[in-house]
């Protein structure tokens, strides 16, 4: 019976009602990037690691950061502290985060070059990881759900050939549209590790996974169908099938007119909207196919005050009356003030009460 009680109300959990459709009196909220550079604590915290990924690869450590904004702002989900980088890492192309300079990987840019990856230690590797997420989920309070996620596999490409941040795609465009059956290998490889890394997570107690694919934009249509879409549709067909208790968020940040129909095509429950999607054409075009999150703007939560209230009011209004988890269009930017988040929070919570 106590084990019944608990299922639900996991099952009561309003991001997860939210996203089995129903439409929330005040919708849930939570922010992409919400544990981070913006929080003081995030900083001690990163200052005692030294090195990024070793703050990823210590469940102790991680659970504290993931735990830092949850203290201040009682968000409605948790999400897992890690990165989309610790799949490259995984597979054997190592990572280093430069201050000020972000991640930086030894690129791999040919079928060949693919020979010095493998998922032969995948879940070694990120074991620490899944150890965080049983940890949270022993700590977590009881309507807080937690979020697992992953890299969607064309984000994660962009690093991995570019050997980093990019801005204009020029080196993994090049081999995409030059040798799409080569690349094809790595997108294939990416499948399979995302698909079984995301399963990983699950089964440590991740409730919802979330896929940022948030180089998207950077795509023409016809290959935005071809390594955006078909990727992540193959890896939602193979997790619910695993895992059908468990519901997928995509943010296909910057996809534009191609939201239309994404969510279709590839069976997600949630999409994630940036912030700059009309919310007009998003309730009327996107919200009957799919719950929506999303999609304030970052900079408005640096702005904070009136500015960001009437933002907010508009998204909540626009987007409230059908199912939708409350979010900003894309990660805290680290100038953000804390307050600020609080202010957010305090609005969110007390809309339509
Ligand atoms: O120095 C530091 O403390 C590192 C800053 C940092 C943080 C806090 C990085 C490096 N990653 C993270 C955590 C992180 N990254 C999380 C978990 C925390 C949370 O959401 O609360 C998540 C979900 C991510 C996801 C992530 N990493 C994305 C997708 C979402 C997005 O923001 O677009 C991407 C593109 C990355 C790559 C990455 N990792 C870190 C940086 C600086 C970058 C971006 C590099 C670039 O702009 O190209």
Request: include cysteine.
């Amino acid at each position: 019976m106590a084990n019944q009680d608990e299922a639900d109300q996991g099952r009561d959990k309003p991001l997860l009602r939210a996203l089995r459709g129903e439409i929330l009196e005040r919708p849930p909220f939570w922010l992409m990037r919400q544990a981070g550079r913006y929080l003081p604590e995030y900083l001690e915290v990163r200052r005692q690691a030294g090195d990024f990924l070793t703050l990823c690869y210590s469940p102790d450590l991680a659970v504290e950061v993931t735990l830092q904004p949850l203290r201040r702002f009682a968000m409605d989900a948790a999400i897992l502290f890690a990165d989309i980088l610790v799949v490259p890492d995984a597979l054997g192309q190592p990572l280093n985060y430069r201050e000020g300079e972000g991640p930086v990987l030894e690129p791999v840019r040919s079928v060949a070059e693919l020979s010095r990856l493998d998922m032969a230690g995948l879940h070694d590797r990120l074991a620490p990881v899944y150890e965080t997420i049983r940890r949270l989920r022993q700590e977590l309070p009881p309507s807080t759900a937690l979020i697992g996620f992953a890299g969607a596999p064309w984000t994660v490409a962009t690093y991995m050939v570019e050997g980093g941040g990019s801005r204009d795609f020029a080196t993994i465009k090049a081999w995409a549209y030059g040798d799409p059956d080569g690349f094809g290998e790595l997108m294939a490889l990416l499948v399979d590790a995302t698909t079984e890394y995301l399963e990983a997570q699950a089964e440590a107690g991740a409730e919802v996974v979330q896929l940022f694919d948030t180089w998207a934009g950077a795509l023409p249509e016809s290959a935005f169908g071809r390594w955006c879409v078909e990727p992540v549709a193959e890896i939602v067909r193979r997790f619910r099938k695993s895992h059908p208790e468990v519901p997928v968020i995509a943010f296909p940040r910057g996809a534009g007119v191609l939201y239309a129909g994404y969510a279709q095509a590839t069976g997600v429950a949630g999409l994630g909207l940036d912030a700059t999607v009309p919310l007009g054409w998003a309730a009327e075009t996107l919200q009957t196919g799919a719950t929506l999150q999303g999609n304030l703007d970052p900079l408005m939560l640096v702005t904070g005050g009136e500015p960001m209230r009437h933002e907010i009011g508009r998204i909540l209004e626009t987007l409230g009356n059908g199912p939708f988890i409350f979010n900003l269009g894309h990660g805290i930017i680290p100038a953000t003030p804390p307050d600020h988040v609080a202010e957010l929070a305090e609005f969110v919570r007390s809309w339509r009460a």
